[in-house]
């Protein structure tokens, strides 16, 4: 065994270079092992990225996939009750980009799939503000024009005094509250609207738009013209609200009688 003082003679009889090898060697070691771990730590931190990237696609595409279907069914529910408020081709656009997307999401291509559903989403969108232009105006006319048509029943009632202006009066009053219901819709669908939320501005422009209708109906001299009003708005209508709630009240007050 060595005693100390054996190994500090050692010591003190080798070169100054001798330990600082060691200790070179030691440094090249040490960088090299770091710049190792900092590779792999960089290549683990890659496909975590990847992975956290497919992950965000995926949900972003399979919910965009939902909304964009309901928003492109309400497209072809408006072409149908009302042709000129949706363009055709356009209507057509979005429902094969929507096609093709969907194709994308069966491969569980989710990036690319959440791109072009991202890009759907967009045409959609453009396609439902024009609807909303169209219904926004077309709406406004029918409930001003029903408005007018409530005064001026009202005034002949005032002024002739006759039985029909008479029945007429008490047809106005009847549908007051389904013109200021109407108004209310076309308030809420235009605030909707000027938020860039399309769709829900469109279920308030149609409500509006029949609540105007059934006046039109409502309010039309004769049956010759009331049948002639339902048959022109017959895709609006609708079999479940060809009957309007005031019509119903009246059928009622005519069987009492």
Same mark, same amino acid.
């Given at each position: 065994m060595l005693s100390c003082g054996t190994l500090l003679a050692q010591d003190s009889v080798k070169p100054k270079k001798a330990p600082d090898k060691p200790a070179e060697k030691a440094e090249k070691k040490e960088p090299a092992k770091d710049s190792k771990d900092s590779k792999e730590s960089d290549k683990s931190g890659? /496909?975590? @990225?990847?992975?956290?990237d497919l992950v965000h696609a995926r949900d972003k595409a399979l919910r965009m996939k939902e909304?964009?279907?309901?928003?492109?069914?309400?497209?072809?529910a408006l072409a149908a009750a009302m042709p000129e408020a949706v363009d055709k081709n356009t209507s057509q656009q979005v429902a094969d980009e929507y096609k093709e997307a969907l194709k994308l999401v069966y491969r569980l291509d989710y990036v690319e799939a959440e791109k072009l559903l991202r890009k759907n989403r967009e045409n959609i969108n453009s396609a439902m503000a024009k609807s909303c232009e169209a219904y926004r105006k077309k709406t406004a006319e029918m409930l001003n024009s029903s408005a007018d048509t409530m005064a001026e029943l009202e005034m002949q009632a005032e002024n002739t005094g006759n039985a029909d202006a008479? /029945?007429? @009066?008490?047809?106005v009053q009847r549908n007051q509250h389904r013109?200021?219901?109407?108004y209310q819709q076309l308030a809420l669908a235009v605030a909707a609207e000027r938020n860039s939320r399309f769709a829900e501005a469109l279920s308030h422009y149609r409500l509006a738009r029949l609540h105007a209708i059934h006046l039109q109906i409502e309010l039309a001299k004769d049956e010759n013209e009331k049948n002639a009003l339902r048959a022109k708005y017959r895709n609006e209508l609708g079999d479940r609200v060809?009957?309007?709630?005031?019509?119903?009240?009246a059928a009622g007050e005519k069987k009492n009688r």
């Open positions: 890659a /496909r975590e @990225a990847n992975y956290l909304d964009n279907l309901r928003d492109i069914q309400l497209l072809n008479i /029945r007429m @009066a008490g047809v013109l200021a219901v109407g060809a009957e309007p709630p005031a019509s119903k009240e």
